[in-house]
Every structure is written in structure tokens, then in C-alpha cells.
């Protein structure tokens, strides 16, 4: 009986410090998938970036104006504020955890000392005991209970501790994600923005060309009322649009000789 104890006792030393051993473990190992998933949400931050300046340089390759820059440079700030609250978010839950894990590794060590310490004392107290007498057994059975009961205690307080752990660090990452969310929307909200204007731009860019005297096809001699309609269902509206083109599409398109058409070309040109 009194061996039987002895092996029991220190089974439960030995079961219980393992259970220290792979909390300090689960604690280790939940550092290291944050880093992981803040290095990952970063490359993401990365991408999004990437994809929102390749938006809006196919979007002003479309639209004259000189609005790209002004463009790049509020993505680039919007992301760069974005990365810095990430990081910072990141930093201080790392450090949360680290302070966290700092802490139960102390308690641990205390804890296995003590253990150590009462396991061993009670293990003199079980030789005693054997060698006097055996009138002692319901004694030394109710202290074993006690310290049975007195890790059990203590067992359950770290594994409490362990779950408020888990769910602080869950509504950290979802309050996380939900800011990373509204600051995708900004940016989008952003690019709608910066799109809008580059198309108003274009928009007053060729009303004044169509408007302008000097740029309309009233200003070559030979080309009356009618010829400008026919021009115009062809494609050359403007003096810009008579530079470009050559004198047999413009005879064509005019019903006119190509001779006249070169003429017309020539005083667009001058």
C-alpha cells in the first residue's frame, strides 16, 4: 500500500509538470503563429497596395491630366497609416502575450518547486510512517487528498487563465479585421473618388476643344457647314483631327479632291 503511494505521488508530480511543460508550449506556440499571421497580413497589406496603385495607373493611362501622382501619393499614405497600425497592433499584442507567458512560466517554476518540496516531504512522511506504524494511514491519506485537491485547484485556475488568454486574443484579431476592413473601403471609396475626378477632367478637357474656335474646322478656309458634318460623321471634328489624318481619307470622307484635301491639311498644319 505504502509503495503504491509513494508511486502515485510522484506520477502526480510527474503528470502535473508536464501539464506546466505544454502550457508554456501552447504559449510559445501562440506567439509564433501571431508573428506568422501578422508577417502574412502584412504581405497582404503589400498586395492590396500593389493592386490599388495598378488600378489607378490603368485608370489614368485612359484620362489626360496629371492627377496619377497626386493619386499614388494618397494610397501610399493611406497605406503607410494602415501599416503603422497594424504594427502597432501586433506590437502590443505580442507584448501582451510575452507578459502573459512570462508570468505563468513563474508561477510554473514556483509551483514545481513547491511541488517538489511537498512531494518529497511526504514521501519521508510515507517511510516514517512504514517503519513505526500503520495507525497513521487515514492521516497521511487525508493530506494526500488535500495536495491532490490543492493541484487540481491550481490546475484549473491556469486552465481558466489559459481560456480568458484565447478569447482576449480572439476579440483582439476580430476588432483587428474589422479595421482592416474599413480601411479597404476608404481606399476603394478613395479610388472611386480620384477615378470621378480624372473623368470630369477629361470631360472639360474635350468641351473646350470642341468649343474653342481656333481647334474647330470653322477656321480652314474651303470647309462649309455641309463638308464639316461629313467630316465630322467620319471622325474629324477638329484642326487636330484634319493633322492627323491623310488627304485621301479626308477627300473621301468630304467628297472632295485629294488636292483639296491637302490644302485644308496644310492650313491645319500652319
Known sequence: MFDAQRTAIKGSQQLFTQGLSAQSAVDKMALTGLNGQASLQRQQLELAQAATHSYVDATTAMLPGEGSADAHRSVDEAFAQLKTTHAEFYDALERELERDADVADEFSEEFVDALEDGTEQ???????????????????????SEQLERTRELQDQLEEQLERQSDDVADLLDRQAEQIEQVQQQLEEQAEEVTQQLRDRQ???????????????????????DVRERLADAGIATVDDLVRADAETVAEAADVSESDAEEWIDQAEA
Do not use: Y
Request: proline residues 2%; charged residues 30%.
Open 122 to 144: 511526504f514521501l519521508e512522511l510515507s517511510r516514517s510512517v512504514e517503519e513505526q506504524t500503520v495507525q497513521n494511514v487515514d492521516e497521511l491519506s487525508s493530506q494526500l
Open 203 to 225: 470631360v472639360t478637357a474635350e468641351t473646350k476643344i470642341e468649343t474653342d474656335p481656333e481647334h474647330t474646322l470653322e477656321s480652314v478656309a474651303g470647309i462649309d457647314a
